[in-house]
């Protein structure tokens, strides 16, 4: 997400409030734009197909297969992101333009091959399930893991709004074909949600492969050892696996949760009110975008042109302390934001959940919830902020910290009681965060004598 | 890491030659001297450490080596910071008082006390300081943060930082290269520099003698290199302002300061310090060295060998006047050319010769071509290329050379032992050599003249009068002839150096 | 048409496999009757496709045709779409990559720098050149030495000259290493010059030849060259600027070609080229006073009074001419 801030400084620097606005907005539709749309799109067809797809659990098993998909093709997919995205930007760094495209089919060309074969054994072995069925989820789940890759390589590549537009077109697509095979019962659903994918898919395929040339189709450049950062492909894992581990024990345990279809399990009372708190961060999301990638990212730059250009020692000190207070104001002002979002939210979450038409059992769970994914934002800027001072391994400490913390604290929340279901995820979070604060200081600290002495 | 410093107990060689970039890779005057150095003394065993710069500007050894040399160690600086060997490094605390004393002894503005520096000697002896720190310590850092804030005027830190581990590296890749060595009886370094920093370094570890000789005068060397120096990184502002400036720029400053340290460092270890000639013990004096401890000792020339050559001489003044030197600037042929100009006029019957390779800088030797054509000396004027000067002397009048520097031409002793007379610019030791050193000396008389220099008009008189006047030709070949056999004899000066030798082993 | 059938025998196992599809098979049916001729279709397709690929996305092989393969084959049907309709066409219709020759910048802030200390000058009556013949001491030579640095050639170089007769030997070292320097590299650029010239077109002679023209009066100009080097200088010089001319008349190279023969000591060729300088409309101000230096040389003196009178006014007021004006005028 690099070159958004170049954007959000043109936009900033016109000064006036209601540019202001602007950025904020636009930052907050590029941040969360993605996501916000595919988890509303989705609803969207559960909708639609209440009362047109019976019996009503089919409509259950739809929605339930699509989070698993969504949740392994992320977590299969994660490492897999982040590696291939620092490949990228170090071969356009070095202005490589006719690696680009060989190497993102090259790894597009495995995820398929791999999530294929993978799918269908998983697919084979563990469901019962009509060939349909198992064939649809398949090709879904394929889609869904070149999608991601995709769209990770094109943000990287600073094609905003044609991702949000093409994703606004596409999903559309989706929800326009669930109404019409909404008939074919889960099958039509899985249909349409796969046809939405393909489309969005092959459109952005259409995109890349029309924009970046080169003298081959194929290339695996990407496997030179000499060329990838390997802790990536952990780091990239342990983040999304962090993310769903909680949901996970969730689903397994079979006092919290109930088979939907196949082995696929779901937890009525913990899932809901977590889906609905992660559309609660599109606030802090947005002034985490800003602020990081505007103010931090410049005053980055300032330093370490400083350090190249050769300004004196003391001047350096100084823009690294205009640096640090820069991310202090970011970090403050995302609390701020999502602070005020989140009591807004416990203000009115009774009256929400009404019109969504959920019992107010869900309230304390829903509460924890919202805490917990705002200090996920938290947790987000604090990772970016590490991995432009490329410090690659602190980012991995602290996602494998994640993971182990949430995996535990979730089965010991479980232990104790439906009083502390949330917990785990929100408390482990907590925990990564100021953890991170402390690494984050010493790095501040010793930024000249490790950029200086150990770099080389 | 142990810090036990383990040398082998028993002696490997009897001298212990520390070299930086000369023999046996580089040929030229110093190479010869070390060579023949070498082959004169058979009796003495010889350990050689080389020290060079890149490893790749050394292809090929253009000196074989003989039975006495028994071990080669060879180093090459640039290693120390080239990126292959320091891979990125991990947080280390670093030993600060020996940084602090590096930094004290080697870049402070202030000249530092003896302690400071036997001190820093002692450390690179024990290994107390490894290249890891120095490149990865917080220590250095701080060391090196501090030493800018007070006393750096250049504002580029970056240019600073990476002028001081420049400098440091090589140092310590030195240090460690010292704790391998092989045992030798005794030490000689043959220039200050990062040899006679060896030699510092290895003095402490064996505890045995350490000579120096200096040919050039290194410190000297190096300040005019870096006075006109590119790669030195200078300050945009100053490279662009217009304003007369007699500085010569912080990091230029750093560097110079950093030679002469050295120098002043092996000075104080070494005993004795060697000169080629009065002047350039003076010199040494005046660049911190101990009077008491200097000595000069001259070069040396093979007498057996050029009395066959004496012989082959012919009766009377040949009218031929000849350079012996290469083509290059700096022997500055053109002067001679010119004065030839004034010589041919007066004299139709001479002829002159240049003796020497022409490929070195192939510009100038054109540029001499033409200034022959030009000044009408075709056919008077030959250009003989490299020729066996055993073959070329004796049929010379005289010699002349008419160098802008000079140390110790080893070309006018070879002139005198084959009975030619010589006219020199006044250069390096020319006149010590041609008038007389010492009292005794001068008593022998003149063996030739020496002028001005880039004066061909005095240059062409000092010729002319020579050549016409028999008299006076016959007694400076005489004093040539004597000068050169009593005090610049191969034998003189190899046994002076076995006696050296022989207290230096004996000294342990 | 190859790929005609290709793509009716692709079309026909597909549909084969869907009509399979439909009919709820187990999982061993649906193996051999979905997916088999699936993969068989899929793999028509690819070759299909993959023949009619620009040549250079054919290669490499096996990778090529495996990734439109694997493309249709996970994804059925709606793959085997998305690779004929977005795929395909994309790697026929790819954008030129364009040199970005415009980029937008913000505006920067002021810069600061913070200057170096630098040592005040050497204050002394009488200048560099004072210096080197009286200062006893051989580091205020090599400082004087130093301070010629900054200066231009034509100035710095006498002061070299003399300080290479110095008694001192850093002094005479450092002196002789920077005219080398100057001298090297004005060598070099005339170097390269010629080599320019072999290697160019004769259409590019021109320019070329002006160059080598104003590098050899450079080294004249600065006296890098003496004596018989200085003849041979001139006359390449003269040469080159002949050469210039041929392709393209230009009054600055008649200005040069007039100094150069005005060096040489061939006055009535001096004072034609300035004429013809003049005439092609250089300014007054550059081209009379050489025109008064080559009537002085030349020895007519009433000349040098008429040429001097024509020069406007507000330059006969300012130094050098102030002087010459009040003598001659």
């Known amino acids: 997400m690099a070159g958004i801030g170049f954007e959000l400084r043109k936009i900033l620097s016109r000064d006036s409030y209601s540019s202001t606005l602007r950025a904020y907005v636009y930052a907050g539709l590029i941040s969360s734009g993605p996501w916000v749309l595919s988890i509303i799109s989705v609803m969207l067809i559960g909708l639609l197909s209440i009362g047109v797809v019976v019996p009503d659990k089919l409509v259950r098993q739809f929605l339930v297969t699509v989070t698993y998909l969504m949740a392994f093709s992320l977590i299969i997919t994660g490492g897999l992101q982040l590696f291939f995205t620092r490949f990228v930007s170090d071969r356009l760094f070095e202005r490589r333009f006719d690696m680009i495209m060989p190497n993102l089919l090259g790894i597009l060309l495995i995820v398929t091959i791999g999530a294929g074969l993978l799918a269908f054994v998983v697919l084979g072995l563990l469901f019962d399930e009509p060939f349909i069925y198992r064939l649809l989820v398949l090709s879904n789940f394929v889609v869904l893991c070149n999608l991601w890759l995709v769209i990770i390589f094109l943000s990287g590549m600073k094609a905003y709004n044609r991702i949000l537009l093409v994703m606004l077109g596409g999903y559309s697509l989706m929800v326009a074909s669930a109404f019409l095979l909404r008939h074919w019962g889960m099958e039509g659903l899985l249909l349409a949600l796969l046809i939405g994918h393909a489309s969005l898919l092959f459109m952005f395929l259409y995109d890349i492969l029309r924009e970046y040339g080169s003298d081959r189709l194929i290339a695996f450049d990407f496997l030179d050892r000499r060329k990838v950062f390997l802790s990536l492909l952990a780091t990239g894992l342990c983040y999304n696996l962090g993310i769903w581990v909680d949901k996970f024990i969730f689903w397994f345990n079979p006092a919290t949760s109930d088979q939907v279809i196949g082995p696929l399990r779901a937890s009525m009372l913990y899932d809901l009110p977590i889906f609905l708190a992660y559309l609660a961060i599109i606030p802090g999301m947005a002034v985490f975008l800003v602020r990081i990638e505007t103010d931090f990212a410049e005053w980055y730059e300032r330093l370490f042109s400083a350090i190249r250009d050769g300004e004196t020692l003391q001047h350096i000190g100084q823009l690294k302390n205009e640096m640090t207070l820069s991310i202090r104001q970011g970090l403050q002002e995302i609390c701020k934001v999502q602070g005020l979002t989140v009591l807004l939210l416990f203000l009115f979450a009774p009256n929400l959940l009404d019109m969504l038409g959920m019992s107010h059992y869900y309230l304390p769970l829903f509460y924890i919830d919202l805490v917990g994914v705002s200090i996920q934002v938290v947790f987000m800027a604090l990772l970016n902020v590490f991995f432009y001072l490329d410090k690659r391994i602190v980012v991995l400490e602290l996602c494998v910290l994640f993971v182990v913390l949430n995996t535990l604290l979730t089965l010991l929340s479980q232990y104790l009681g439906p009083t502390f279901f949330g917990y785990g995820f929100t408390v482990s979070l907590f925990c990564c965060v100021l953890f991170g604060l402390l690494r984050l200081s010493t790095a501040l600290e010793d930024l000249e004598y490790e950029t200086f002495m150990l770099d080389r | 890491m142990s810090r036990r410093v383990v040398v082998p107990d028993v002696p490997v060689a009897d001298v212990c030659l520390l070299l930086e970039g000369t023999w046996p890779y580089v040929r030229g005057g110093v190479s010869s001297w070390i060579n023949q150095m070498i082959l004169g003394l058979p009796e003495i065993t010889f350990s050689v450490f080389f020290i060079g710069g890149q490893r790749e500007a050394y292809p090929r050894r253009n000196y074989e080596i003989p039975a006495n040399v028994v071990h080669i160690e060879e180093v090459f600086l640039e290693e120390s910071w080239s990126t292959g060997v320091t891979a990125k490094g991990t947080v280390r605390k670093g030993p600060a008082d020996v940084l602090e004393n590096l930094y004290r002894y080697f870049h402070h503005p202030d000249q530092p006390d003896i302690q400071v520096g036997e001190a820093l000697l002692d450390a690179f002896a024990e290994g107390r300081i490894e290249l890891a720190d120095v490149l990865h310590s917080r220590a250095a850092w701080e060391v090196v943060s501090e030493g800018y804030r007070r006393h750096c005027s250049d504002p580029s830190f970056i240019n600073y930082f990476w002028t001081l581990r420049t400098m440091q590296s090589p140092l310590l890749m030195l240090a460690a290269a010292a704790r391998r060595m092989p045992r030798a009886r005794s030490l000689h370094a043959i220039s200050t520099g990062y040899a006679g920093l060896m030699g510092c370094i290895l003095k402490r570890l064996w505890n045995c003698s350490f000579v120096l000789s200096e040919h050039g005068i290194y410190t000297k060397e190096r300040k005019i290199d870096l006075a006109q120096a590119g790669w030195i990184a200078e300050n945009p502002d100053e490279a662009l302002s217009s304003s007369l400036d007699t500085g010569t720029g912080y990091i230029r400053t750093l560097w110079i300061r950093f030679f002469e340290r050295i120098g002043l460092l092996v000075y104080g270890s070494a005993d004795p310090v060697i000169a080629l000639y009065d002047g350039n013990r003076q010199r040494q004096i005046k660049d911190g060295a101990d009077p008491a401890r200097t000595r000069v000792i001259p070069n040396g020339i093979d007498l057996q060998r050029w009395s066959e050559v004496l012989a082959a001489r012919p009766e009377g003044i040949a009218p031929v006047v000849g350079l012996i030197g290469r083509v290059v600037p700096i022997k500055d042929v053109k002067t001679f050319i010119r004065s030839l100009r004034g010589v041919i006029s007066a004299m139709p019957e001479a002829e002159g010769w240049i003796v020497g390779p022409e490929d070195e800088d192939a510009d100038y030797a054109a540029e001499c071509h033409s200034l022959v054509s030009s000044l009408g000396l075709e056919g008077k004027v030959h250009f003989l290329g490299f020729q066996r000067i055993q073959d070329i002397l004796p049929k010379l009048g005289l010699m002349v050379l008419t160098s802008i520097s000079e140390a110790q031409p080893l070309v006018i002793l070879e002139a005198w032992c084959a009975g030619t007379p010589v006219v020199s610019s006044d250069v390096g030791s020319c006149r010590e050599l041609i008038e007389g050193g010492d009292a005794e000396d001068r008593a022998l008389g003149q063996a030739g003249e020496v002028v001005a220099i880039a004066d061909p008009q005095a240059t062409a008189r000092a010729i002319l009068e020579l050549l016409r006047d028999p008299q006076r030709w016959k007694s400076a070949q005489a004093a040539g002839l004597a000068r050169v056999h009593r005090y610049y004899g191969e034998a003189l000066m190899l046994q002076r150096y076995r006696d050296l030798y022989r207290a230096a082993t004996e000294n342990n | ?329």
Not at chain 3, 12 to 36: H, K
Request: aromatic share 8%; with cysteine; glycine share 6%.
């Open chain 3, 1 to 329: 048409m190859i790929a005609k059938w290709l793509f009716s025998g692709a079309l026909a196992f597909e549909a084969g496999s869907w009509a399979s599809l439909m009919r709820n098979p187990s999982m061993a049916e649906g193996l051999l009757y979905c997916v088999l001729p699936h993969g068989i279709a899929c793999g028509l397709l690819t070759v299909a496709v993959w023949g009619l690929l620009p040549r250079r996305y054919r290669s490499p092989m096996p990778w090529s045709p495996l990734f439109i393969f694997s493309l249709a084959f996970f994804i059925p049907l709606l793959g085997a779409i998305g690779v004929l309709a977005a795929v395909f066409p994309a790697l026929y219709l790819q954008r030129r990559r364009d040199e970005q020759i415009w980029d937008s910048r913000g505006v920067p802030a002021l810069p600061f720098r913070p200057q170096e200390q630098r040592r005040s000058p050497m204050f002394r009556d009488g200048g560099l050149q004072d210096v080197l013949h009286r200062a006893s001491d051989p580091e205020q030579r090599l400082a004087a030495l130093l301070a010629t640095r900054r200066m231009p050639g034509h100035e710095s170089i006498p002061i070299l000259k003399l300080a290479l007769r110095d008694p001192a030997d850093d002094v005479r070292l450092l002196a002789y290493s920077m005219l080398d320097q100057q001298e090297s590299r004005i060598n070099q650029r005339i170097e390269n010059l010629l080599k320019e010239i072999a290697e160019a077109p004769p259409a590019r002679h021109g320019p070329l030849h002006a160059g080598l023209a104003r590098w050899y009066w450079e080294l004249a100009y600065l006296g890098l060259a003496q004596g018989s080097v200085l003849e041979h200088v001139l006359r390449q010089a003269s040469e080159h600027v002949q050469l210039a001319q041929d392709s393209e008349q230009d009054p600055e190279l008649d200005l040069l070609g007039g100094r150069i023969a005005m060096e040489q000591g061939l006055f009535e060729e001096a004072r034609e080229r300035l004429r013809r300088a003049e005439r092609a409309g250089l300014d007054a101000e550059k081209v009379l006073p050489f025109q008064a230096e080559v009537a002085f040389l030349a020895g007519d003196y009433r000349a040098v009074v008429e040429l001097l009178g024509r020069l406007p006014a507000a330059v006969r007021q300012r130094p050098p001419f102030v002087e010459l004006a009040r003598y001659w005028l």
